[in-house]
């Protein structure tokens, strides 16, 4: 989005061409000979340079930071490296050096637009609004660099007491559907800071109506209307928010309609114009991470910090950014910053603690966790973490207590309490009680009749046990409809039809299966057993290597290999073997099977 280095490229030699300024920079020219102490510089400038590039790519922006430091030391003229070097402070929030290097940065490129914003967010946090407003005039190149300019110039109008200008500044804004949609917000919260209420009003009234499953939306609109004095209002919109969403309410909703309830009036969500400029940077920072645009959109929340250092709502979705990342300790850090005592704790607390899990420092995770249950005993998020910790780690008989404790919480079990059911019989199936597992599975069947994991996980249960074959090749069948890119899914159904000797059939999902989860070892033995069975054998051969080469469980490997050796017993054999195999599973032998696991319920920060 924003202007970049002019060494860039993304293959080996195009790279290597890139940097030759680079090193030429140093002195000589391009034909000068280099030796001792000049050769070792320029293999230090590229060596940092490069090790700056790749650490970027893998999201380490801390190392990427301080190796295109340290290359801007040997070479502090060059401005491709004080380009990167600004970039990476920024996305590490360390706006101090990035000031500096802006600074420099428009010596010599007066209009570079990253260079201009970081120093216009430095003047409007000193309240230099007219400077910030001549600093976020840079020309935009695209629809979200003319959007972020043109409304961080609206507030910074709001801020000297010039809104018709700022309206006028927000109104050129003639871009697409979802921009104009922002627009019309900001529009609504600069009204608001400038205390014209009935534009105000009419402004959040638009927008709402036309999204109302937005919370933010929902949120300011509601904060305004409090701090106008109508909660009635305010606890209304709320509550259409909740209706139309359908989910879980929003523990920051929860909170503010607690204060509603005791006729407490609230404060404007968005009560100044520095607040207003940081909205601009949470709002599309969490929205380009969220699609996918983790670089830009970490960059954005940064600003949006810079601004409002104690912000929850940026400082969770930074938070979210680095758990894409799989950064857990900044993750971490992120979520320490959130001041303690927030709507949000709870689901703070259960995010830093699926964090430490993922560090595989479990011991301190379940502790955090059963310290937020003790806090709190009627809250069932924090059990419901602990059982999908432990069994995501295989500890099944700790998951089914803890998945338990939760259902006892339930008075009457309505649709959006079948994940507590399908957990707990999940595990209860992987302890080899299928009665107790059966029962589980068919309750969060009944609870939410159009689940792909239940119908996929009970569908395949009873075809591999060989009991209710048709009805669970229905099930199995509807969740493919339901998913039909799902790899596991996919191969459920190409295994069903294996184990009842449909074997074309099977080849065709399992196919498709392996396509969409190459990467999977039970997949691929899969297709190979189907593939021996329509007479491919040297394809069966390639694909029970191709699941060696993936490292399946030990046992499994024992049994790949095998087949690798032997190929697969003649089919009354094979019967044979099925038969014994249906008997071991109802005494209660393992056997092998796919799980799609169900995904940890989000506390939903946004």
């Known amino acids: 989005m924003w202007k970049r280095a002019t060494v860039r490229g993304s293959r080996g030699v195009a790279r290597l061409l890139l940097v030759l300024p680079l090193v030429c920079s140093l002195g000589g020219g391009a034909a000068t000979a280099r030796t001792g102490s000049?050769?070792?510089g320029a293999s230090s400038l590229l060596g940092s340079y490069l090790a700056g590039r790749i650490?970027?790519?893998?999201?380490?922006?801390?190392?990427?930071?301080?190796h295109y430091r340290a290359a801007l030391s040997r070479d502090p003229s060059n401005m491709p490296l004080t380009e990167q070097a600004l970039l990476m402070e920024a996305t590490e929030g360390r706006f101090e050096p990035a000031i500096e290097l802006a600074k420099r940065l428009i010596e010599s490129h007066p209009e570079h637009r990253m260079a201009r914003l970081v120093l216009g967010l430095e003047a409007a946090k000193e309240k230099r609004y007219a400077d910030a407003a001549r600093h976020f005039g840079a020309p935009g190149n695209g629809v979200m660099e003319q959007l972020t300019l043109a409304l961080a110039r609206g507030w910074m109008k709001i801020?000297?007491?010039?809104?018709?200008g700022a309206i006028a500044e927000a109104d050129a804004v003639n871009q697409a559907e979802w921009a104009r949609f922002y627009v019309r917000y900001h529009k609504a919260l600069m009204y608001d800071v400038a205390g014209q209420r009935t534009q105000a009003r009419q402004g959040y009234e638009r927008i709402f109506r036309s999204d109302t499953k937005s919370f933010r939306v929902a949120l300011a609109y509601a904060h305004h209307a409090s701090a106008a004095g109508d909660n009635k209002l305010a606890s209304a919109t709320l509550d259409e928010h909740a209706r139309k969403t359908g989910g879980a309410v929003h523990p920051v909703a929860k909170g503010l309609a607690e204060q509603l309830n005791s006729g407490k009036r609230v404060e404007l969500l968005v009560g100044t114009p520095s607040q207003g400029l940081a909205e601009i940077f949470y709002g599309l920072g969490e929205a380009l991470a969220s699609e996918g645009g983790i670089s830009v959109g970490s960059v954005y929340l940064q600003m949006a910090l810079y601004l409002e250092p104690a912000s929850p709502f940026a400082l969770a979705a930074l938070a979210n950014v680095y758990e894409?990342?799989?950064?857990?300790?900044?993750?971490?850090a992120a979520y320490d910053r959130i001041p303690e005592g927030s709507p949000l704790q709870q689901a703070i607390d259960i995010r830093r603690a699926q964090n430490l899990n993922l560090l595989d420092r479990v011991d301190e995770a379940k502790l955090l966790l059963e310290r937020l249950s003790a806090r709190d005993p009627s809250d069932p998020r924090a059990l419901d973490a602990l059982g999908n910790m432990m069994r995501g780690r295989k500890r099944y008989e700790e998951a089914i207590e803890y998945y338990s404790k939760?259902?006892?919480l339930i008075d009457k079990p309505e649709?959006?309490?079948w994940p507590y059911f399908y957990a707990r019989g999940t595990s209860y199936e992987r302890v080899k009680k299928w009665p107790l597992a059966e029962a589980d599975l068919q309750k969060a069947m009944?609870?939410?009749?159009?689940?792909s994991l239940v119908l996929n996980y009970l569908g395949y249960s009873w075809v591999d046990q060989g009991v209710n074959l048709k009805q669970g090749l229905k099930l199995i069948e509807r969740a493919v409809q339901l998913k039909p890119d799902d790899g596991y899914i996919v191969d459920s159904l190409g295994w069903a039809h294996f184990r009842l000797g449909n074997f074309k059939q099977a080849v065709k999902y399992l196919e498709r299966a392996v396509e969409l989860r190459p990467e999977d070892p039970t997949l691929n033995d899969h297709l190979g057993d189907a593939f021996w069975r329509v007479g491919r054998q040297r394809e069966a051969q390639f694909q029970w290597e191709q699941a060696l080469t993936l490292k399946p469980e030990p046992d499994e490997e024992a049994k790949i290999r095998q087949k690798v050796a032997k190929g697969l017993p003649n089919l009354p054999q094979a019967r044979a073997q099925k038969a014994k195999k249906a008997r071991a599973v109802k005494s209660g032998e393992p056997r092998k099977r796919v799980?799609?696991?169900l995904a940890p319920q989000s506390p939903g920060f946004q």
């Open 595 to 597: 799980e799609t696991r």
């Open 324 to 332: 894409t990342t799989k950064n857990y300790e900044a993750a971490i």
């Open 415 to 417: 649709a959006k309490h």
């Open 38 to 40: 000049d050769a070792q």
């Open 406 to 408: 939760v259902i006892a």
């Open 159 to 164: 801020a000297q007491g010039d809104v018709t």
């Open 55 to 66: 650490a970027r790519g893998q999201h380490d922006t801390v190392a990427a930071s301080e």
């Open 446 to 451: 009944q609870l939410s009749p159009d689940q």
